[in-house]
């Protein structure tokens, strides 16, 4: 029995990693070089077979005894197409949804908030869902140890230490840890990242929208008719997240989400400039969507905050000329948190 790994990239050059199952220590590689018409005749049809695009990355599991091809996601990686997310770190217990795309989970922002703060107190992942399977106020144990493994995945991808709980750290603020607890469950699912960034960006705050706004988003991110369920925990959580108000009789409407201007100023640093101080041209910035996320409705409220903050000398310099437009942070990350930067 042997185990074949193929891999179909951008550049179309296909690698085969050969493992002798038997005798694990033994491992070949090899890297063929082959025209693109070759790799898509040898490699597209258990690619289409398993429902993945020759775009794809995935792993091809090939049975010397049988000749079948199976598809399977390896660990730590993400998808070029945003089917599914990443796999969480050997440290963090819990499976990821079988199909993620469709099913969307509950929002878990006051669970996440306990989390962060419990998280104080732990020295690893393993230790914090103990702690959670403990403290998690449902009644069900496997409900908890559910939760428990969508809050690590949402929002410790990062690490024990990571960004919640240093931004926790250092300034102790819920406001604060709110909008990054918001923005990284919609960075971590596509679906609810989507519909905030697409669908509902364009639209004005205090417009009502019709129950098929949101079901046509749904066919066009997912290709087909969502589940039932899928359609109203959209609409559930985009409530708890601030996004929706909703009342029983009455059509959705769409409400203002305010946020603090220092979680822009933390999410600024933590993806443009983590380890140093780097130059970002604005049009960068906004290709992201995390200023959507934390409730900006306009490139121009985020200009306004890049120029109070160059006002008050947190930022080295924010520059319009001709045509260049650009932040220049004057800390890291390290710098911010440690400091306790302020807008």
Known sequence: ????????????????????????????SLALKLDYARARQTLLAPFAAAGLSSGSVCWMTLSMETGKTIATQPPGVQSEFGLGEQSPPSDQPGPLPKN???ALQDVLLAEGLLAVKLSVECQSLDQLQEVLLKKLGQNSLETRRRYAQSILRWFFSDGIDGLLRRAWLAYGDEAILGDLLRWLFLEREPVMGACVADALFPLE???????????KFLVDFL?????????ERLKINLKRLGFLDRAKGKPDRLTPVGSQKTSLLILLHHIFAAKSVRSVEL??????????????????GVRAVLREADAAGVVGKYVVADQLEQVTTCYSLDDVLERKVRI
Request: hydrophobic fraction near 30%.
């Open 283 to 300: 049009r960068t910035l906004f290709a992201n969507p995390f200023w959507k996320y934390l409730g900006y409705k306009s490139e121009d």
């Open 100 to 102: 993620p795309k469709k």
């Open 205 to 215: 705050n205090g417009i009502t929208i019709p129950p098929t706004y949101f079901d």
């Open 223 to 231: 290709h087909e008719a969502p589940p039932e369920k899928t359609r």
């Open 1 to 28: 029995m042997r185990k074949v790994l193929w891999t179909l990239t951008r550049q179309h050059c296909v690698d085969v990693v050969c493992r002798d199952l038997v005798q694990p220590p033994t491992l070949k």
